[in-house]
């Protein structure tokens, strides 16, 4: 499943978040904002989220590891993604850093 969505990428005119590239063996989910790619892991939306994880683990159609949002701002879902990432800490001026 990773290679393919790996390959969302090149479809259409979609660009890779910076913030939540693609990282081979970690990534398992792939958040799609309008036209932005978030690759995230889907263990650390299931622990932050029971809708991610009702999502993610029920008879939904994201079960597949795609989670399409495009009625959604891709800032407002980056934020949310920083904000539960374990890794990532957000500063007064809104700029994450990967600790």
Do not use: W
Not at 43 to 68: D, Q, R
Not at 73 to 84: C, S, W, Y
Request: charged letters at 20%; aromatic letters at 6%; proline letters at 5%.
């Amino acid at each position: 499943m990773e290679g393919s969505l790996e390959q969302l990428a090149q479809e259409g005119d979609r660009t890779v978040s910076p913030d939540f590239p693609f990282i081979d063996g970690i990534t398992d989910v792939a958040i799609i904002v309008q036209t932005t790619i978030l690759y995230v892991n889907k263990g650390v939306l299931c622990v932050a989220s029971p809708v991610f994880h009702t999502m993610l683990t029920s008879e939904f159609k994201e079960k597949n590891g795609v989670i399409n949002l495009p009625e959604k701002k891709v800032e407002d879902v980056t934020l949310l993604m920083k904000m539960i990432y374990p890794s990532m800490h957000l500063s007064l001026d809104g700029k994450a850093k990967i600790s």
